[in-house]
């Protein structure tokens, strides 16, 4: 046994099966998968659960229509599998959404289609021509994209013109006509990776498995083989619960995403990728969150894929009932990932896209009330000739025999396939260790899943128990709704702070939120959340509320100081750290 324990925490065996570096939402479907195949597993991540590009993504769970034109058949297919799964197993997190495809008329598009698909990049740039792609383009598109999901339970895709009744508000006289179809959005994609490991902590404690996660800790490979896992200084006067591990892991897998040639450096001496070039060749990607009333009303319940001005995708997209998500941008990036700033630029860009397509919202920069910005974990080799947003987003699975044990990293993937990809690493994982697979992921649900139906029931339950215990009626059910928004059929237990809390604290609001206070206790407790910015930023996702202020954040800090989870002399540097987090990452100016 091996732990320098800083902490007092329980002993934790220094033989391991596998070690995950990156609890993204990657690392966290693969700790997930090895956990039910009966694996022993540490995860460690340098920040926090989902703090990479799993939040900074566009949040869909899409088969990815334009796939089509690369001739990434395979990928199209098993990420429509994965969605059609999606929707089952995790209906809280990724819901239906209907699509709308804008054209401005029935031709155009298709030779540069047919270039795409004949791997012709150069060719297909030079005859996209300006008005985009036509209405047969569009359909034929639609009927593959159908023909690949089985499975599906919705009506299938349609031509219509887009003044029909309920399509939004878009040009109709630069676009009379639109291709409808159905894919998914998942919101909170911090939340799915949480509950992954959630769900991966519970497979382990049924079966007395050693499962461990480790956020803001860094791993080095020390010369004796042994893996050293150390905390990092933690932010906010009180430091993490646990102390050092020394691990002697049996595989190391890099799920570091965007980071993974930097976490190879630091991990080894040598480099490891093949003839030392890199593995990931990053693109970066921006979004606005725009709240404008007459745009999120023109939208309505539907999202948007439409061509920007240069003919690149773009998504206009409802984040809940007020914001409209727009994305995104796809530009090479060289730097640290989590150095990407959205530009001036790129702002102009996409606020250029949405007027184009609907002209009478004028829009301007003042509703844009924050923006983020991620890079995508693309693998380098496969740049080579395709523009950005034509470089495959299929995932790698790639082993380095030059390392002292088995290490594998990932490159590339999507939020959509994070479980088949899991699913596919954890059986070549095995098959090193020499196990077989002995179950999947594929019919398990996530801890909080429950039908749009069983939601309602559990809105109306809390709502009850919330107006029995003194709150107004409105008040009582914008707690409900916020709680089974965020934990599903676990809103009730979140909603008690755990197991041991107070009733009264169950529904004692946090100050300036619709959420109770109890909420922040749950969240340390159950969900590994540390720090103030853990909270907001990737449990309770306040950080997407554009009435947040300073007032929650300082309850939040109250409650964490009561949990000893922060200095109580330390809650002012810590609240005004995360506002210039907020100022710089998000452009989100906080008011008192
Ligand atoms: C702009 C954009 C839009 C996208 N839109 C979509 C979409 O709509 N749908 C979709 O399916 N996919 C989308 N994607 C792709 C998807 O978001 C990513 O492929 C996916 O999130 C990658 O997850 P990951 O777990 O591999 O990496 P990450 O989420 O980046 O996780 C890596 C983790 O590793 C940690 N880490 C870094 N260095 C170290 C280290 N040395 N040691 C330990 N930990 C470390 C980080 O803190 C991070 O938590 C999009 C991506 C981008 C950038």
Request: a neutral charge.
């Amino acid at each position: 046994m091996s732990i320098d324990s800083a902490s007092g925490g329980e002993e934790f065996p220094t033989a391991v099966d596998v070690v995950i570096l990156g609890a993204g939402i990657n690392g966290a479907a693969l700790a997930r998968e090895l956990v039910l195949n009966g694996c022993s597993v540490v995860v460690v991540d340098d920040d926090d659960i989902a703090a990479g590009t799993t939040r900074w993504s566009t949040r869909l769970v899409h088969g990815g229509l334009r796939y089509l034109e690369y001739g990434e058949l395979g990928l199209v297919r098993e990420s429509l599998a994965e969605r059609n799964r999606l929707l089952q197993l995790a209906p809280h997190l990724v819901r239906p959404l209907g699509f709308v495809v804008p054209v401005s008329g029935w031709f155009g598009g298709l030779r540069a289609a047919a270039a795409r698909i004949l791997g012709c990049e150069s060719l297909a740039r030079r005859w996209a021509g300006k008005r985009g792609r036509g209405g047969i383009t569009v359909a034929c598109g639609l009927w593959l994209y159908d023909l690949l999901s089985t499975g599906a339970l919705w009506p299938r895709r349609c031509l219509v013109p887009t003044t029909a009744a309920g399509m939004p508000a878009v040009d109709a006289d630069r676009f009379p006509l639109a291709g409808v179809y159905d894919d998914a959005q998942m919101r909170f994609p911090e939340r799915f990776t949480v509950e992954l490991l959630v769900d991966a902590r519970t497979i382990a404690a049924g079966r007395s498995l050693p499962f461990e996660v480790r956020s803001r800790h860094t791993a080095h490979l020390e010369a004796d083989g042994r893996l050293r896992v150390a905390p990092l200084a933690a932010p906010g006067g009180v430091s993490s619960a646990a102390g050092v591990l020394h691990l002697t892991p049996r595989a190391i897998v890099n799920a570091t995403g965007a980071w993974v040639d930097r976490t190879l450096e630091a991990l080894l001496p040598v480099r490891l990728g093949a003839d030392g070039a890199p593995l990931i060749g990053g693109t970066k990607g921006s979004h606005l969150l725009v709240d404008h009333a007459a745009l999120r009303a023109g939208l309505g319940v539907h999202g948007v894929y439409a061509e920007a001005e240069d003919g690149r995708p773009v998504f206009v997209l409802p984040f809940g009932d007020r914001l409209v998500l727009v994305g995104t941008t796809d530009i090479p990036f060289h730097g640290d990932p989590a150095a990407a700033r959205t530009d001036g630029e790129e702002i102009d860009y996409l606020l250029a896209a949405v007027r184009r397509l609907f002209p009478g919202a004028a829009l301007s920069r003042g509703a844009v009330v924050q923006h983020y910005c991620g890079v995508r974990p693309l693998p380098a080799r496969r740049a080579d000739g395709r523009s950005p947003a034509g470089i495959t987003r299929r995932h790698l699975l790639i082993r380095h025999p030059q390392a002292p044990l088995p290490l594998w990293s990932i490159v590339g993937g999507k939020l959509t396939t994070c479980r088949s990809l899991a699913e596919g690493a954890a059986a070549e994982i095995l098959a090193v260790l020499g196990r077989p697979v002995t179950a999947t992921s594929r019919s398990r649900p996530l801890p909080g899943a429950c039908s749009a139906r069983e939601a309602e029931e559990l809105v109306g339950r809390l709502s009850a128990r919330a107006v029995a215990a003194g709150l107004p009626g409105p008040v009582a059910e914008g707690l409900a709704r916020s709680v089974v928004g965020l934990f599903g059929a676990q809103a009730e237990r979140a909603l008690e702070g755990g197991a041991g809390a107070s009733a009264a604290d169950a529904f004692a609001l946090l100050a300036g939120s619709r959420l109770p206070r109890g909420i922040v206790r749950y969240c340390c407790d159950e969900e590994w959340g540390e720090t103030l910015a853990d909270l907001v930023e990737r449990r309770l996702l306040l950080v997407f509320d554009p009435d947040l202020t300073v007032t929650t954040l300082r309850a939040i800090a109250a409650e964490l100081v009561t949990e000893g989870r922060l200095g109580a002399e330390s809650v002012d540097g810590e609240i005004a750290a995360l506002v210039a987090l907020m100022a710089d990452r998000y452009g989100k100016r906080l008011v008192d």
